[in-house]
């Protein structure tokens, strides 16, 4: 299945944006609106409401058939049976999560220049998330990458490259031309008042 | 071997507490004053910093022979080859870190009171720790646990019981008659001078 999943429209979650309404809701209004990959990301949260919230999760995402990727916690992945981890270059190292969670999982790294990107490569990960690609206010950690810098990235790994960090309608355009697999998106889709609309003109902005 | 387990005098360390001294150093000394089980315990700290502690911990703990558990994260303590995970209630249930752990390793489970030392130990806890035995100005969420309680649970379960929560050189002689397997201690050793003869007293007060 890691294989062939489609890296398109890539949601990452964070209940802190929905003003009130349901997680559940909102990923599976973004499914309807052309989310191809969903990622749930919690942070400051006890271990078993993450879990509970991911297993509510993955009943939405299978019944969509859309992978469901747990951000860092690879226990909880593995607990709930989810599509795999992303980790980030404060997380556990690609090699070691490879190590717990099978050759089977999906393993989805960011990284934020060349080095990491191939670093992540080579310990096995098996696409990228490259940003923040634009100013971002949901990550602030995040540097920004040039286009240039994911062109690069792109043109040098062979494994999928998605691009993250406050890409939103008004800027998707920007990176039609950079050759990645799919864009990753938060407040463009979650802060919407219209989640399924949102997603499916963003979808539509990235592959027209 | 977690058949075999001593749980005396159980050591769970908390960083804060040090004053700048190192981790390792503490639990070493901590080892070498007989404390028979540590857990690493840490909240608010990156995944991989977790892992990098885990992993020097580990080597002193397995040096020694003691075994190791990690607080909360079960990804972190499979990654290091730990040989357990402790859980609170707000963690990730037994039954649940039973799939992921294997047979093999050791689950401790904290509980306040009958009902979830009965419960726990139904999910295939080894050992539960019992708390806050005594006031404890190291877990804010925990409430007092009376002697009488400890009693009830102690012969109620057929598992080992470790009581924890404000356990020092004070108070440990009240614990002697209740029949539990061990003290679980954390700034009754961590915040003393000299760790080593803090872990030597404690155990021969728990032990007299």
């Given at each position: 299945?890691?294989?062939?999943?489609?890296?398109?429209?890539?949601l990452v979650t964070d209940r802190?944006?929905?003003?009130?309404r349901s997680l559940e809701k909102?990923?599976?209004?973004?499914?309807?609106?052309?989310?191809?990959?969903?990622?749930?990301?919690?942070?400051?949260?006890?271990?078993?409401?993450?879990?509970?919230?991911?297993?509510?999760?993955?009943?939405?995402?299978?019944?969509?058939?859309?992978?469901?990727?747990?951000?860092?916690?690879?226990?909880?992945?593995?607990?709930?049976?989810?599509?795999?981890?992303?980790?980030?270059?404060?997380?556990?190292?690609?090699?070691?999560?490879?190590?717990?969670?099978?050759?089977?999982?999906?393993?989805?790294?960011?990284?934020?220049?060349?080095?990491?990107?191939?670093?992540?490569?080579?310990?096995?990960?098996?696409?990228?998330?490259?940003?923040?690609?634009?100013?971002?206010?949901?990550?602030?950690?995040?540097?920004?990458?040039?286009?240039?810098?994911?062109?690069?990235?792109?043109?040098?790994?062979?494994?999928?490259?998605?691009?993250?960090?406050?890409?939103?309608?008004?800027?998707?355009?920007?990176?039609?031309?950079?050759?990645?697999?799919?864009?990753?998106?938060?407040?463009?889709?979650?802060?919407?008042?219209?989640?399924?609309?949102?997603?499916?003109?963003?979808?539509?902005?990235?592959?027209?």
């Amino acid at each position: 299945m890691k294989n062939s999943v489609d890296y398109t429209l890539y949601l990452v979650t964070d209940r802190g944006l929905l003003q009130g309404r349901s997680l559940e809701k909102a990923v599976e209004e973004a499914i309807l609106g052309g989310v191809t990959l969903v990622q749930l990301r919690e942070k400051d949260i006890d271990t078993r409401d993450f879990y509970n919230i991911a297993l509510k999760i993955k009943a939405i995402t299978s019944k969509y058939n859309v992978p469901l990727i747990i951000n860092d916690r690879v226990d909880i992945a593995l607990a709930v049976d989810a599509d795999g981890v992303h980790i980030g270059q404060s997380d556990m190292e690609a090699k070691i999560v490879r190590k717990l969670i099978g050759e089977e999982k999906i393993i989805g790294v960011s990284a934020r220049n060349l080095d990491e990107a191939m670093e992540a490569e080579k310990q096995g990960a098996d696409y990228l998330g490259v940003g923040a690609i634009f100013g971002t206010t949901t990550k602030k950690d995040a540097k920004n990458v040039s286009i240039e810098e994911l062109k690069r990235i792109k043109s040098t790994v062979s494994i999928p490259v998605v691009a993250i960090g406050g890409i939103s309608k008004e800027n998707v355009s920007l990176l039609k031309d950079t050759g990645i697999e799919g864009i990753s998106v938060i407040s463009a889709i979650l802060a919407e008042e219209n989640i399924k609309e949102a997603s499916k003109n963003l979808k539509h902005l990235f592959l027209k």
